[in-house]
């Protein structure tokens, strides 16, 4: 259940920098190399980030107001 913690972690985070970029308040030199942080981190867990965009689709929800429950609930 680690893997998929920390992955949608990493995520929610992602999905934080990208808005702040769309409304401007993020330097987007630092943002684009935390994002490029990220992938890097997220490729480690293919399977958990499968899971949770799968879950994310079954329930129509974003990613980012996901919960570990929700997700282990759909596995």
Not at 7 to 34: F, T, V, W, Y
Not at 36 to 56: C, D, E, S
């Amino acid at each position: 259940m680690e893997p998929i913690s920390e992955a949608l972690q990493l995520l929610k985070r992602q999905a934080e920098i990208q808005h702040g970029l769309r409304r401007s308040r993020d330097n987007p030199m630092l943002a684009e190399r935390e994002l490029y942080l990220i992938r890097n981190r997220l490729a480690q867990y293919p399977a958990a980030v499968q899971a949770i965009g799968l879950a994310a689709a079954e329930l129509h929800r974003p990613v980012d107001t996901l919960s570990v429950r929700d997700i282990v609930q759909r596995c």
